[in-house]
């Protein structure tokens, strides 16, 4: 049914472009860090087709780790789940694979807003040197930014860098990049 959000076979960049340096909320240069979720569309989702799919005010948020789920999801924010039908206020649309067959199934599930707040956060790594936000979307994900000095790896499972770069507290629903102990 929801296979049509998935966009042919094209090469997915699996990093986050950050066009400017400065703490959330600390202007500097005409802002702050944010992620450019167009680059890290983990699927190949058409997510704007997927918002005009499915019942409610749908808005893409972002596609990362949420634990128990092995693979990175699709987050999308309900404005207005509808209760009677059980709606709620997350939509998570994600990819499993027949291991005998390698078929691929688009699967969906709803989260509620206080069950999300366990998920949001993620660290990642900033490189001074090209300018990147990088983050692992799981577990065997091994990451390096553009130039290859920083690099992350384990998702939400653990994580392992090589300490090149700072350290980042990565927000995924406001998209907000956060100087990690500051």
């Given at each position: 049914?929801?296979?049509?959000?998935?966009?042919g076979?094209?090469?997915?960049?699996k990093?986050?472009?950050?066009?400017?340096?400065?703490?959330?909320?600390?202007?500097?240069?005409?802002?702050?860090?944010?992620?450019?979720?167009?680059?890290?569309?983990?699927?190949?989702?058409?997510?704007?087709?997927?918002c005009?799919?499915?019942?409610?005010?749908?808005?893409?948020?972002?596609?990362?780790?949420?634990?128990?789920?092995?693979?990175?999801?699709?987050?999308?924010r309900?404005a207005n789940?509808?209760?009677?039908k059980?709606?709620?206020?997350?939509?998570?649309?994600?990819?499993?694979?027949?291991?005998?067959?390698?078929?691929?199934?688009?699967?969906?599930?709803?989260?509620?807003?206080?069950?999300?707040e366990?998920?949001?956060y993620?660290?990642?790594?900033?490189?001074?040197?090209?300018?990147?936000?990088?983050?692992?979307?799981?577990?065997?994900?091994?990451?390096?930014?553009?130039?290859?000095r920083?690099?992350?790896?384990?998702?939400?499972?653990?994580?392992?860098?090589?300490?090149?770069?700072?350290?980042v507290?990565?927000?995924?629903?406001?998209?907000?990049?956060?100087?990690a102990?500051?």
């Open positions: 049914m929801a296979r049509g959000f998935v966009n076979a094209s090469s997915i960049t990093h986050v472009n950050v066009n400017f340096i400065g703490l959330v909320g600390a202007p500097m240069h005409g802002g702050t860090m944010k992620i450019n979720k167009k680059d890290h569309n983990w699927y190949g989702f058409n997510t704007d087709q997927a005009e799919h499915f019942e409610g005010d749908l808005t893409y948020l972002n596609t990362f780790c949420i634990l128990g789920h092995y693979k990175p999801v699709a987050v999308f309900n789940p509808n209760r009677k059980q709606h709620r206020d997350f939509l998570l649309l994600y990819i499993i694979t027949d291991i005998a067959t390698k078929k691929e199934t688009v699967m969906m599930s709803g989260m509620d807003a206080d069950e999300m366990d998920h949001r993620q660290n990642g790594m900033y490189c001074p040197d090209c300018k990147e936000v990088i983050y692992s979307v799981n577990r065997h994900d091994y990451r390096k930014c553009k130039c290859r920083c690099m992350v790896d384990g998702g939400k499972d653990y994580f392992r860098t090589n300490m090149a770069g700072t350290v507290r990565i927000d995924f629903l406001t998209d907000e990049i956060i100087i102990g500051v």
